[in-house]
């Protein structure tokens, strides 16, 4: 391709005590390009696009945008040499309107009134409706999105640094996505795209630059490699898929019926009306698009949310009333989505961590009193077959990486002998190669006869691990289908097609 | 430039290491704060630390330093086993108030009975008063989910009111001669919290706050209820998920504390104060919150912190009638000495580096 | 027109008055809160600033200048906890109280020797002719200036909080510190200068306790005073018009208590005295009662560390 070069990114390299993030990194974008950069969890691509988006600066190395040289101090800086950013996650407030959330992100914003206009201005132009009077907090992940896109397109930037984008979109909103930035490709904006889902970047990308541990292992134009390829370069390793012993189906472990609740989270979003039942050997998946009620879910089930008795029934007892405690005595174990704060207590070492929820099943206590030697040990089982990378077992939850504490909590519930598991996003920040292992445990434990619930985002994954199939959407779960025979186009619709498209807009 | 930067896990050496740093850095700010107020810091340091414990009066002044820390351990530990949890009960100084009104007016209502379970009960009584004025914020928390900060605090001042009514109405000494201030239990030997060993002041408010550390350091580290309490504080998220009942531990911790406060209370007035007057409160359960944050919220290191608590107020009026230092130059020391300790206690979390070229 | 030996218009014209020093305070903190920083200090500020006031206002014989020095004052002292706080990270709970208790031993210290002088009187602003009109008269042209400016600055704050970049960049803070951060805003900047902000309202509230309310230096002059205005913040779900309102209630309370027991009313004077704090509780239950979003800006009190 012989577009002018708009960014060049030289030999940078950045260090944090104890990771070096970036190691010698270059590659070039042309305007109007859009260039991937594509790794695992911890490759070091978010800390490259803090770099150039001025949030982090670069221990040595040199920038240079259109020929001259580039070092932004600050996000307004970079913001007014034309380089804007959607972030994954953290950067639109909930309790204020898409308008002010906006003009948060602009230097110079026109006054309110002007704003809005121009807001709805831009999103008709660009197929992304929204309105600017509304409370982001009320929107759905697609829609905040937008809100992020529209902030920088309004800046008319040169260059789009989009932080995995499609980590919270439906298909049909991905499909949409890509149009828009395909045709702000041909206005001439380049877009530097960051994921690691591959096939999104052979369907979208000019060129890729692939990183691996903060080093720059290959550059290639996804078009002519195969999906294959890249995850090889992305990982350095042949991947093995998990394999599966197919039990017979067992009689029902866990059955939910008609079971709704109030979101006890702010912007949350209530359950309506939420029917099961997974038998014993079977792993259901469930799918949606972040705050669809996938928490509330995992509260439900684990017993922080409470309903009638006979709404959850763990092997036909009824225990929707009770706490988490007694669901535990009973067979179910529950791992939340969040790690550091509501799986685990980032301050309080593994075994204090192993005791939070292992206590009940374990027999770890006497009388009120904590049997401290024995919660060692059943950490250091965990440590030992989950191989989790620890100094020992009295370091604080929050020294180790993401995927290690992950690991860790994985273990801790998958090794307490439940007949029913319930797990939120299992491999949610965690590299490949632990993600296989984790994902292997879950079919392991589905093979020895537990009932395994697993809510995700990744649709790959849940596809991968799971013999039946259901969607939440608004709080609402679809039917279980069996997973096999079904297709990307029906798992979209299932998901609610895309979010708040009804107005009618040019690509649809 | 400096940067701080979080560090992997908690520093121990840190973690036991702040208390004694905060408290130099205090003799050092103090001391530039005598000096301005025209006395010799050193003199004034000396006085406040060292006379007490092996100074010409020591003989007596050891015995007033258990006298003066039993109270505030006692209030402390319960503060800080709310604190831990992440439930601020500040309003101590009322439930202090409020249990020694109520053991007194149990031990008055009996007057002149000799009884040994006089004394007994009044404890009970005052525990329960104490217990009964934390039960109020308590319950409106968990019922209405109102600020347990601010109502225990307005309560502390509504205990006052209640204070000055007791001592010249409903509880005055029927023969004080029109003085306000209640029968004074120093003449009333079955309601008197009489030394038990003199020499090392100690009485039954000592005994009870000894004992109560070590049982509330039990409950900490060994108890369930401890290990909930400290997983609330900390992950209020991961408590509720490991099966904790927030309403049934905020009326855990808050009853603890108030019954704790509401014991110093009866100990106090049936003790060194003697009776029920206006102002027999000297303020312990607001110095108990610096006691507790001194002994970093452990049971153990606020026994010590309760020593130390005693020694500037021992030391306090040494310096006060021998050098002339003003009362309230003890509150501000006091007051430094939380500052001191709050800002250095970032180093058990946070390492400070020199950042190069970084921002 | 009395109502049982109280006149409703010097009521009203009372209460304003004494509504100003926890209006102010309490409009600091709402604008402190609003940046997601909770600071319990109030009571230690204002009585920090009640003294520095009174100690410029005595030696400089202008009021005005006292208003400014305890304002000053308050600051000063916010400054201890925006340190610890924000550069610090330190507890904002526990930093507050310790403010709040070295404020007022500090006062008490400094305070010696000024027991029983006179501070120079802030006169009423307009003159006499409108001051005795009927019934307007007392309420709207009765008062000295730091009447006016405290209701000026409700409505200052409304303006800035609601329609100004400031404002937003403040609520914005507020709400979520990683969000803001990202955006490239001085969290921790923009908090100090709130609390700075805050203190100095503080301190000017406390002055006005012991230049114009009471008008003389007294140990523990303000009374709880910074903490009522604490609950006022909660109470007026942290938006200044309410704030306003709810100063005025408490204020028209306190008054109407002091009348009572002054009019030599049947209920004896202990509970009346009480009746300000009780009813504080009482407003702070209906308040929080039934619901479960307060309004309260969903980063209050929690600190901000930029870690990458």
Known sequence: MTRPELLRVEGITKAYPGVVANSDVSFSIGEGEIHALLGENGAGKSTMVKMIYGLVRPDSGTMTLRGAAYTPSKPAEARRLGVAMVFQHFSLFEAL??????????????????????????????????????????????????????????????????????????????????????????????????????????????????????????????????????????????????????????????????????????????????????????????AGVAGNGQDELLLALSGELKAAPDKVRVAGQPVGDRGPVERRKAGLVAAPEDRYGHAAAPDMSLVENAFLTAGVRKGLTQNGFVDWAGTRRFAEEIIAAYDVRTPGPDVAARALSGGNLQKFLMGRELMQGAQVIVINQPTWGVDAAAAASIRQSILDRAGEGAAVVVISQDLDELLEVSDSFAVLNEGRLTRPRPTEGLTMDEIGLMMGGAHGMEVAHHVA | ??????????????????????????????????????????????????????????????????????????????????????IWNIGAEGQYIMGAIFGASVGLAVFPTESRWIFPVMVVAGAFGGWVWAMIPAILKTRFNTNEILVSLMLVYVAQTILAKASTGFLKNPEGMGFPGSRNFSSYPAAKNAFLYEPLGL????????????LAYILLTRHQAGFQIRLAGQAPRA????????????????????????????????????????????????????????????????????????????????????????????????????????????????????????? | MDLGGINPVILIATLMASAVPILLAALGETVVERAGVLNLGVEGMMIFGALGGFIVAVHSGSPVLGFIGGAVCGALLSLIFAALTQVFLANQVATGLALTLFGLGVSSLGGQGYNGIKPPPTGKLFPQALTDLPVVGPIVFGHDWVVYFSIAMTAVLWWVLKSTRVGLIIRAVGESHEAAHALGYKVNRIRLACIAFGGAMAGMGGAYVSLARVPQWVDGITAGAGWIALAIVVFASWKPWRVLIGAYLFGGITVLQLNLQVAGSAIPVEYLSMAPYLITILVLVIMSAGRKASGAPAALGQNFHASR
């Open chain 1, 97 to 286: 309107n898409v308008a002010e959330n906006v003009a948060l992100g602009m230097e110079n914003p026109p006054p309110m009134r002007e704003l809005a206009a121009r807001i709805r201005a831009v999103s008709e132009e660009y197929g992304l409706p929204l309105d600017p009077s509304r409370m982001v907090g009320d929107l759905s992940a697609g829609e905040r999105q937008r809100v992020e896109i529209i902030r920088c397109l309004l800046q008319d930037p040169k260059l789009l640094i989009m932080d995995e984008p499609t980590s919270v979109l439906t298909p049909q909103e991905v499909e949409i996505l890509f149009r828009t930035l395909r045709q702000l490709s041909s206005e001439g904006t380049a877009i530097l795209y960051i994921s690691h889902k591959l096939e999104e970047i052979r369907s979208l990308c000019d060129e890729a630059t692939i990183l691996r541990r903060g080093k720059v292992v290959a550059t290639c134009t996804p078009r002519e490699r195969t999906a294959r390829e890249m995850a090889e370069l992305m990982v350095g390793q042949a991947l093995k898929t998990p394999e599966r012993r197919m039990g017979a189906k067992g009689e029902v472990a866990l059955g939910v019926s008609d079971l709704s609740v109030e979101s006890p989270i702010p912007f949350g979003t209530s359950l309506k009306g939420v029917s099961f039942t997974v038998a014993r050997g079977e792993v259901l998946g469930i």
């Open chain 2, 1 to 86: 430039m400096l940067r701080l930067e979080k560090r992997p896990t908690p520093s121990r050496f840190w973690l036991y290491a702040t208390p004694p740093a905060a408290v130099i850095l205090t003799m050092v700010a103090g001391g530039i704060l005598f000096a301005a107020m025209g006395k010799n810091p050193f003199e004034v340091i000396r006085t406040i630390f060292w006379d007490p414990v092996f100074g010409e009066f020591a003989f007596y002044l050891r015995g007033q330093l258990l006298v003066k820390a039993g109270p505030l351990i006692l209030i402390a530990i319960g503060l800080a086993l709310g604190f831990r949890a992440g």
């Open chain 2, 203 to 214: 009485h039954w408010g000592g005994v009870a706050a000894l004992v109560t550390a070590v």
């Open chain 2, 239 to 359: 408590a509720r998920f490991h099966g904790v009942n927030p309403a049934r531990l905020v009326v855990l911790c808050m009853g603890i504390s108030g019954a704790l406060a509401g014991l110093a209370g009866l100990f106090e007035v049936t003790g060194p104060a003697g009776q029920i007057s206006i102002d027999f409160n000297t303020g312990y359960g607001f110095t108990a919150i610096i006691v507790a944050f001194l002994g970093r919220l452990n049971p153990l290191g606020i026994v010590l912190a309760g020593f130390l608590m005693a020694l500037t107020y021992v030391g306090g009026e040494m310096a006060a009638t021998q050098l002339g230092l003003p009362a309230a130059a003890i509150q501000v020391f006091q007051g430094m000495l939380l500052f001191f300790l709050l800002a250095v206690d970032v180093l058990t979390n946070y390492r400070f580096r020199l950042a190069v070229g970084a921002h």
